[in-house]
């Protein structure tokens, strides 16, 4: 069975300044999606990156980039030119690539993020 | 509605009672999933809907939680005879077609008194 780790419960970071999150995971699979999403108070899950295994090239959007180690199956978010709005909780998910798996996400504990002004 | 939408926003029952919530996909889609998250913790997948058929409901933690899905929309999971453990964010999330983005609601937060 596939797992998501995520060990830093909190993080905080000075608006305008860079911060990473870390995540590793387990798997058997070669091919697999991996996921951040962002959770704000309002507790809508919004999907922030997303990152293909077969994929040898770090996923970015905007002010969000990954760094993608398959042989390490690690998986950190590094979040650029922090704003007030990016504090949330953030979670780390693996997905599946087998189709009788449909779009299950395997999720992480979660790192809560705060921005400080 | 744009988004996936979920009701009651908030349920507070009594320990014993049973409860039902209803989740709303965005039309069109044709998968559907519950979650659930409990205090500090990440999302534990429940069970997943293809149409109205049930591949994998292996998240279902016991036999007093069901979920259905009619006309290939609607949703709803069931709790029996509540527990205070049950308390919990309960999160739907729908999805147009294998391999496309899941698009989540805002959650159903339970509290078991």
């Known amino acids: 069975a596939q797992t998501v780790t995520q060990s830093q419960p909190e993080m905080s970071v000075q608006e305008a300044e860079t911060v990473t999150l870390s995540c590793t995971y387990d798997t058997s699979e070669s091919d697999y999606y991996l996921f951040w999403y962002k959770q704000p108070p309002s507790r809508q899950m919004i999907l922030v990156i997303r990152q293909e295994a077969y994929k040898q090239q770090n996923a970015t959007e905007n002010r969000f980039s990954v760094n993608f180690q398959k042989a390490a199956k690690s998986f950190s978010l590094k979040i650029s030119d922090s704003q007030l709005g990016d504090a949330a909780m953030y979670f780390c998910a693996y997905r599946s690539s087998t189709y009788n798996q449909g779009g299950k996400l395997i999720f992480g504990q979660g790192t809560e993020l705060s921005v400080k002004p | 509605g744009a988004g996936v939408s979920q009701s009651p926003s908030n349920k507070v029952t009594e320990k014993g009672k049973d409860v039902e919530l209803r989740c709303d996909p965005i039309s069109g889609h044709t998968a559907l999933y519950w979650y659930r998250q409990s205090l500090g913790q990440g999302l534990e997948f429940l069970i997943y809907?293809?149409?109205?058929?049930?591949?994998?409901k292996s998240g279902l933690p016991s036999d007093r939680f069901s979920a259905e899905r009619t006309g290939g929309s609607v949703s709803t999971l069931t709790i029996q005879r509540t527990q205070q453990e049950d308390s919990a964010v309960y999160l739907c999330?729908?999805?147009?077609?294998?391999?496309?983005?899941?698009?989540f609601g805002n959650g159903t937060r339970l509290t078991v008194t």
């Open positions: 809907f293809q149409g109205n058929s049930a591949p994998d």
């Open positions: 999330a729908s999805q147009r077609r294998w391999g496309s983005p899941l698009h």
